[in-house]
């Protein structure tokens, strides 16, 4: 059973070596622990440091791609090198490393392919309780898109087994986090939380600004991965909020018309025409984005299978490190 430890960076220089000096390289049910570290285009010396600190595979990004993309990177590189089981964590070494192997044991005892490292929120001193409230709303609301669970959705120490990574397709730009929840959820992907420790907060994010980008960013991107994956249900919804009021005035102005010939409620009948109409052509959008949908979850099953089935490279240094460079697709 293979193990890989994959840590996005980018200006890690800092803190990359104690994150990954930190990583236990003897687990339980774990025969094989490597780190990889996606280098998402640091100017520091980011790359040098995490080599001289033991990093396995070195995976560098052309330039500068965001986290979610330097993710799906880690992860298909993670898949290439044999990976049984892949664990995120930051470098920035917020997360307890010593809390690996309880993210990986429900995957190892086969009570779930997903596992999200849950933090003790309200004792984090370094969350505002406006931030502390916010990651609770957002947690419900990824809950309720998902069908999960998970009551810390924006954690990004977790573990995926291999049959689950090569399933998922990140397709926002922003962050990982959320749109992973949400597209195992309605894949039916079994996923479990752990409580996990954090270390004490060396830095702010660099994620977001401030509060304000933070809630627009995450609500932008739940909204956009649930028309994505729950197109029908999301465009229906919006039909039946136009119809609606439309059949109400339509049978006002029956009524009306049946009462004193209907004379002055034009108005409101060409309003609720123009309502129908809109509901139609949302009705008509959801029936589409459905079929669109369905051939996307195709191609993403036959992309799962052929990264499952691709065989793990061989080394190719004498060391058996390895640094590979990708180009960003922009």
């Known amino acids: 059973m293979k193990l890989i430890i994959q840590i996005p960076a980018l200006n890690e220089e800092q803190t990359i070596a104690e994150t990954i000096a930190a990583i236990p390289r003897r687990i339980p049910g774990i025969s094989v622990v490597e780190v990889l570290v996606i280098d998402d285009g640091s100017t520091d010396d980011t790359v040098r440091v995490a080599t001289e600190a ?33 664990v995120n964590t930051d470098a920035d070494n917020q997360y307890c490393a010593d809390d690996i ?31 502390k409230a916010l990651q609770r709303l957002g947690s419900w609301v990824v809950r309720k898109a998902s069908g999960s669970d998970i009551p810390d959705a924006p954690s990004g120490f977790r573990a ?21 929840i949400i597209q195992a959820g309605r ?23 401030g509060i304000g980008e933070y ?13 994505i994956y729950a197109p029908l249900r999301f465009f229906f919804t919006l039909a039946a909020v136009c119809a609606l009021p439309g059949l109400i005035g ?15 409620h034009i108005q409101s009948l060409i309003l609720s025409a123009m309502l129908l109409a809109v509901a139609t052509i949302l009705f008509a ?17 036959i992309r799962a299978r052929d990264l499952l089935r ?15 460079e990708v180009v960003s697709a922009g």
């Open 310 to 324: 691709t065989p793990p490279r061989d080394e190719i240094s004498s060391k058996g490190k390895r640094t590979l």
């Open 215 to 227: 809630v627009r960013r995450s609500a932008k991107t739940i909204l956009r991965v649930f028309v």
């Open 250 to 264: 339509i049978g006002r102005f029956l009524y009306f018309y049946a009462t004193d010939g209907g004379a002055g």
């Open 187 to 209: 894949k039916h992907i079994p996923m479990a939380a752990v409580p996990v420790r954090v270390n004490r907060v060396t830095r702010p994010s660099r994620l977001f600004r």
């Open 101 to 131: 192997p309880e993210l990986c044991k429900p995957i190892l005892q086969r009570r779930a392919q997903i596992v999200i490292g849950c933090r003790p929120i309200a004792q984090i001193e370094s969350f505002s309780p406006l931030k």
């Open 54 to 86: 033991g990093a396995d595979h070195i995976l560098r990004m052309s330039s500068h791609v965001g986290l979610a993309r330097a993710f799906s990177a880690g992860i298909e590189e993670a898949l290439a090198l044999g990976a049984d089981i892949i």
């Open 285 to 301: 959008v959801g029936i589409l984005a459905d079929l669109i949908a369905a051939n996307r979850s195709l191609l993403e099953d």
């Open 160 to 180: 995926y087994s291999r049959d689950a990574a090569a399933r998922l397709c990140v397709i926002n730009t922003y962050t990982y986090t959320l749109e992973t």
